[in-house]
């Protein structure tokens, strides 16, 4: 019995010794195999829905990705809040889009213009003539074309101290897609904003769209049209660059304009600069040259070709109110160099026009302005363009300096002769 009893327990260790290893044969393959497959296989579906944009996993993933380096990285701030990126791509088929879009619907408006001009030389008594191109934008449907006045007036030009430019003979006209030249006639130029109207005798014409160039923004998509060399028709595409530049010509005429990079070439004067609505926010004016120059093209903004172009057609001129005097900056500069005068920092009347309001109004030679409508005057252009905000007829109060007492007078503005 015993060995029996010894047989059966060595059969029941051997039994359980067979069960343990199988056991831990069992764990070992989990261990082995398939946990590492299962984490594998989760892994993969955790990268594939980052991957295919699987917001929930995305999101996820990249939230314990920012959230890690944020408590690894406290101090440092060039870690990247990965939440915050706009992961937004441009489609660069849209900005072409939009060029194609507005190209189409504003080269219609835009016009070619030739002018032949009378040159008289000191060698001879006959006057040859020379010709110049620029471009217009069409403002109404009915002919007219606003432009620059440099364009088609030219007659203070000098050639060299040989030749002399008078005043445009014949101005031509091409229209988009037509072949034929219209001869125009000039309704009415202005030498002071560089502006002027011609017309031509035919209708149906595509009168453009005007913008507000007031809400431009600096850095906002735009297109010159134009004529540059003569090359009808051409697109250049840029960003504004800046607004409200002052710019001095080189006739010494301050200009308030649109600052562009894009391309703005001889002949792209009195064309358009447009928006991505395919609206006209400036005339293209001028263009800086010179050695290391680039990218630097201005525009008159619209808003204040308006009412100029507006009296050009119906008074052939523009009518602008009238004060009567010349005059300079006083700045706090020269008070410095002047310590014993009674200057004050204003505008300093030099001359005054004879039966002028400011001879009316009893202003002198050497009074200061101050004030004008309550409102500070430190140079001409703070008078001048405090005026230009009123019309003919218009009274308003001036406070002028005279040797260092203060004093109030009105004046009424007439129309400037």
Request: aromatic share 6%.
């Amino acid at each position: 019995m015993s060995e029996n009893k010894d047989f059966i327990n060595v059969k029941s260790q051997e039994s359980n010794f067979k069960s343990q290893k199988k056991d831990k044969k069992n764990y070992s393959f989990g261990k082995n195999v398939l946990i590492p497959f299962a984490s594998g296989v989760l892994g993969a579906g955790v990268l594939l829905g980052v991957c295919f944009n699987v917001p929930y996993v995305k999101n996820t993933m990249l939230g314990i990705q920012s959230n890690s380096g944020s408590s690894s990285n406290a101090g440092d701030k060039s870690n990247i809040n990965y939440n915050n990126i706009n992961t937004d791509l441009v489609s660069l088929s849209s900005i072409s889009d939009t060029g194609v879009y507005v190209a189409q619907s504003v080269l219609p408006s835009i016009v070619g213009i030739k002018v032949e001009y009378s040159v008289n030389s000191i060698f001879s008594r006959v006057a040859s003539t020379a010709n110049a191109e620029g471009s217009g934008v069409i403002i109404s449907n009915d002919g007219y074309i606003l432009t620059n006045n440099h364009v088609i007036n030219t007659s203070s030009s000098s050639v060299s101290s040989y030749y002399t430019v008078g005043e445009a003979t014949k101005i031509t006209v091409s229209l988009y897609n037509d072949d034929t030249e219209y001869e125009a006639k000039v309704i009415g130029t202005d030498e002071q904003t560089d502006l002027a109207v011609i017309k031509i005798e035919k209708t149906d014409l595509t009168a453009a769209s005007l913008g507000d160039s007031d809400s431009v923004q600096v850095g906002e998509w735009c297109m010159a049209i134009g004529n540059p060399l003569g090359m009808q028709s051409s697109v250049t595409t840029g960003s504004i660059s800046a607004l409200n530049r002052k710019i001095t010509d080189s006739d010494g005429k301050q200009f308030t304009l649109i600052q562009t990079d894009t391309a703005i070439n001889e002949g792209n004067s009195g064309g358009a600069l447009v928006n991505s609505k395919g609206e006209v926010i400036g005339i293209n004016t001028l263009k800086a040259s010179g050695t290391g120059v680039e990218g630097l093209g201005f525009a008159i903004p619209i808003n204040s070709t308006k009412s100029i172009y507006s009296d050009l057609i119906q008074y052939n001129k523009v009518k602008r109110p009238y004060i009567g005097i010349t005059g300079s900056d006083i700045t706090d500069e020269i008070i410095k160099k002047n310590p014993s005068s009674n200057l004050v920092v204003g505008a300093y009347i030099r001359s005054i026009e004879e039966y002028s309001p400011a001879e009316r109004a009893g202003l002198r030679t050497g009074d200061i302005i101050i004030k004008a409508d309550g409102k500070e005057v430190k140079t001409m252009e703070d008078l001048n363009n405090i005026k230009n905000k009123h019309s003919i007829g218009d009274t308003i109060s001036i406070v002028i300096n005279r040797n260092g007492n203060e004093q109030e007078v009105s004046l009424t503005l007439i129309e400037q002769p």
